[in-house]
């Protein structure tokens, strides 16, 4: 079964504090690829994040940073010195080589000034 | 390029009507889909297309049907709405140079079925 879970349904922190969103996966194909979305209180899906499964190299994009480990299924998301604008709901997703996203149910970040 | 767009942004519909959503995309991308986003749930997909003329199913179909008559376009109706199809709806496109791409989605649309 391929499955994507985000246990954490919620987190709220203060602007600057680091925040990881966390994100296992489950899938028995050996290539796939792993994504990150952002929603944020606008409502559209942004593209953050794409990672092929043969990649396990961590990745940092400004205060953005993704640590992917095939040992644990696990591809989390950390946002250093988190700001206000960083608030939204975060989406973890699957994809297989069928070209179908499977989601995880998100998790909202709440950044309080 | 205005990427992809849905018409309507919102709308309330009676229990019984029908209605179809229009999804369209400028980036010549191959490949299509339609998602729905409940709380809680995250998004689910309700049927894609690989091409023009070709649809296909996802994870919750039923209820819905959807058309792919020119490839810019992907359509998805309710024949028949119902309450437990209030949702936000959102359309995905996505090249097909590599299945693995990522997908670009549209600003979704709000309905509400009374």
């Known amino acids: 079964a391929q499955k994507v879970t985000q246990a954490q349904t919620e987190i709220s922190v203060v602007e600057k504090e680091d925040v990881t969103l966390d994100c296992v996966y489950e899938t028995r194909d050996t290539t796939y690829y792993l994504f990150w979305y952002k929603q944020p209180p606008s409502g559209e899906l942004v593209f953050l994040i794409r990672r092929n499964s043969f990649d396990e190299q961590n990745e940092i994009s400004g205060r953005y940073s993704w640590n992917f480990q095939k040992s644990t299924s696990s591809f989390n998301f950390t946002i250093t010195a988190s700001q206000v604008v960083d608030s939204a709901v975060y989406f973890c997703?699957?994809?297989?080589?069928?070209?179908?996203?499977?989601f995880g149910t998100g998790t909202r970040l709440q950044v309080f000034p | 390029n205005a990427g992809v767009t849905q018409t309507p942004k919102f709308r309330v519909l009676k229990t019984g009507q029908s209605m179809t959503l229009l999804c369209a995309q400028d980036?010549?991308?191959?490949?299509m889909y339609w998602y729905r986003q409940d709380p809680g749930m995250g998004l689910r997909l309700i049927h894609y297309?690989?091409?023009?003329?070709?649809?296909a199913k996802g994870e919750v179909p039923d209820g819905y049907n959807v058309s792919r008559l020119k490839k810019q376009n992907f359509l998805l109706g309710l024949e028949s709405a119902a309450p437990s199809q209030t949702s936000v709806y959102f359309c995905a496109s996505t090249p097909k140079v590599t299945v693995y791409n990522e997908q670009f989605f549209g600003p979704g649309t709000r309905l509400t079925v009374l």
């Open positions: 297309s690989v091409g023009e003329g070709t649809t």
């Open positions: 997703a699957l994809m297989r080589n069928t070209d179908k996203l499977i």
């Open positions: 980036m010549n991308h191959e490949y």
